[in-house]
């Protein structure tokens, strides 16, 4: 990534949906400390740069935020604790010193992207809600380059638009966004699924800590399952197959469809199916809803989570369900 851009467009006037926020400067997030936030969850309005960069200081360290938004939500807090669990710190989701200064880095963690052509490939003018209307289309992909860049730096769309207001993200023109560094590596050998703590835990051979996911975990009209289960395959860019018998009512739909892949499918962009029938792990055309609203019975992650945890495990793998406060790996 490169980091320059012209000195006006420095000061960038934030409007989160319709409410105007005060200003936020890509320079204030780079040089803002973390150590200011506090123990406790602050009540915002509006993107606080310390804010920003604890979130992707935390993705690059393994404990997902969810989307980088620039506010203190719960996701937060759950990432502060997956990140004291994986330095044997004491688990309590509170910013205090010893997270700090395990955390903070003096680099940016935002810089400048340049727009290429292919980055405005593949777009589709909207996405349905229906069904029936999905499966008529040839593919699920996103409807504009802010969507796809905030799935790419796991932002927040109105982030991604406020960091950039003058911008209409044509091929050539240079924006700002976070970079949350590269995805993790590593293989798993067992994957917890806490309903909760809302967070899906990926463990080391070594019964080390890989990462920690915000997750939707089914919910009260579909649970999701119990005990142990296995990993059984995993699907990149799925085709979505319904079948109201099987799994769920959608609208009027009662006949068995296809939908086709795309990032904005049902799914997401990963599937990870598991022994467990109809159930698996997988991504989501909304990522900002994660751990907020409920799911059909599966194990649902932002699509960035989903495709880094599909690249740490193969069939075989152990998944475990559990209901419980955080605890050391058995």
Same mark, same amino acid.
């Given at each position: ?20 926020? +005060? ?19 602050? &009540? $915002? ?18 404990? *997902? ?15 502060? &604790?997956?990140?004291? &669990?994986?330095?044997?710190? !004491?688990?309590?989701?509170? $910013? ?42 040839? *593919? $699920? ?25 003058? *911008? ?15 995805? +993790?590596?590593?293989? &798993? ?20 800590? $890989? ?48 939908? !086709? ?7 997401? *962009? ?43 495990? +193969?069939?075989?793998? /152990?998944?475990?369900?559990?209901? /419980? ?6």
């Amino acid at each position: 990534m490169k980091a320059t851009l012209p000195m006006q467009l420095l000061v960038l006037a934030i409007s989160v949906g319709d409410t105007a926020a +005060r200003e936020l400067l890509p320079e204030a997030i780079n040089s803002a400390s973390i150590a200011t936030i506090g123990a406790e969850a602050p &009540a $915002l309005a509006d993107p606080d740069p310390a804010i920003v960069r604890l979130q992707v200081l935390l993705d690059r360290a393994g404990s *997902s935020p969810g989307v980088i938004d620039g506010l203190y939500g719960e996701n937060l807090s759950k990432a502060v &604790a997956g990140f004291e &669990a994986m330095n044997s710190l !004491p688990v309590d989701g509170k $910013l205090d010193r010893d997270v700090v200064a395990r955390l903070e880095d003096p680099g940016p963690v935002v810089a400048n992207y340049v727009v290429s052509a292919e980055d405005a490939a593949g777009l589709v003018d909207r996405i349905p809600q229906d069904y029936g209307e999905k499966a008529k289309m040839e *593919s $699920l992909g996103y409807t504009s380059v802010e969507e796809k860049f905030s799935e790419r730096f796991h932002m927040d769309i109105d982030l991604v638009k406020a960091l950039n207001p003058v *911008s209409q993200f044509l091929s050539g023109d240079t924006v700002w966004v976070v970079n949350p560094g590269p995805l +993790r590596d590593g293989k &798993a050998k067992r994957i917890e699924v806490n309903k909760k703590a809302g967070q899906v835990l990926a463990y080391a051979e070594d019964g080390s800590l $890989l990462a920690v996911y915000p997750a939707t975990i089914g919910s009260e009209d579909n649970p999701a399952p119990s005990g142990r289960h296995k990993v059984k395959g995993i699907a990149r860019m799925p085709v979505y197959s319904y079948n109201p018998k099987l799994n769920f009512k959608q609208g009027n739909n009662d006949k068995i469809l296809t939908i !086709p892949k795309g990032p904005n499918g049902p799914v997401g *962009s990963v599937w990870i199916d598991l022994t467990e029938p109809t159930y698996g792990i997988h991504g989501t055309p909304e990522p900002k809803l994660i751990d907020k609203v409920g799911s059909h019975g599966c194990v649902r992650l932002t699509n960035w989570d989903a495709e880094e945890l599909a690249g740490m495990v +193969r069939p075989g793998v /152990r998944v475990d369900f559990v209901n /419980r406060s955080w605890a050391a790996p058995r």
